[in-house]
T-cell receptor, first 114, second 118 residues
Framework: SQKIEQNSEALNIQEGKTATLTCNYT??????LQWYRQDPGRGPVFLLLIRENEKEKRKERLKVTFDTTLKQSLFHITASQPADSATYLC?????????????FGAGTQVVVTP | GAGVSQSPRYKVAKRGQDVALRCDPI?????LFWYQQALGQGPEFLTYFQNEAQLDKSGLPSDRFFAERPEGSVSTLKIQRTQQEDSAVYLCASSLVSLTGVSDNEQFFGPGTRLTVL
């Protein structure tokens, strides 16, 4: 399995600014990496998947990058809104041959203030 | 149903009691996963089903934990002789494709069952 590190401190950001979150992993290069959003009292919600051969992926105001050399993914929320306040989790397959078995980071809480 | 449902949403058990947690996945989803989430942590994998077959149970913390999905749809996670360290949120997720499928492999999570063992 991997050791996955995400910023443990909450990220406080002003509305309209860009929030940038990091996800670092330590062992093998995964075939893909996923990002999920989790609100209090709810299950995670899938946001984006980026594959090992993709450097960048966008979805609306979200952008994800994947650097297999640095073993790092960056998750950006542009033009942030208070509704973006949540915990964001990165997830990787647990082993090189497991497509669906995921290992999650501890998540980073984002707080967007008006 | 619109999404994955789990019941009960909250369960309080006395130490030593047995509990059963239910998961109703999205209709037609082949894959079903159970995760355990401690406070302030990400979900941790417990077990995986492809249809009715339990293909991986390597994450189950002890033999007190047992999961089944007899007809390939609803799944039950049972914990026998609960201990205080079992207190956590138990999440169920379903996915359309099997482990060997090539897709975004999006997992749809239920709201979880919060288990408190006194």
């Amino acid at each position: 399995s991997q050791k996955i590190e995400q910023n443990s401190e909450a990220l406080n950001i002003q509305e309209g600014k860009t929030a940038t979150l990091t996800c670092n992993y330590t062992n093998y290069s995964p075939a893909y990496l996923q990002w999920y959003r989790q609100d209090p009292g709810r299950g995670p919600v899938f946001l984006l998947l980026i594959r090992e051969n993709e450097k960048e992926k966008r979805k609306e105001r979200l952008k994800v990058t994947f650097d297999t050399t640095l073993k790092q993914s960056l998750f950006h929320i542009t033009a942030s809104q208070p509704a973006d306040s949540a915990t964001y989790l990165c997830a990787l397959p647990m082993t090189t041959d497991s497509w669906g078995k995921l290992q999650f980071g501890a998540g980073t809480q984002v707080v967007v203030t008006p | 149903g619109a999404g994955v449902s789990q019941s009960p949403r909250y369960k309080v058990a006395k130490r030593g009691q047995d509990v059963a947690l239910r998961c109703d996945p999205i209709s037609g989803h082949v894959s079903l996963f159970w995760y355990q989430q401690a406070l302030g942590q990400g979900p941790e994998f417990l077990t995986y089903f492809q249809n009715e077959a339990q293909l991986d149970k390597s994450g189950l913390p002890s033999d007190r934990f047992f999961a089944e999905r007899p007809e390939g749809s609803v799944s039950t996670l049972k914990i026998q002789r609960t201990q205080q360290e079992d207190s956590a949120v138990y999440l169920c997720a379903s996915s359309l494709v099997s482990l060997t499928g090539v897709s975004d492999n999006e997992q749809f999570f239920g709201p979880g069952t919060r288990l408190t063992v006194l």
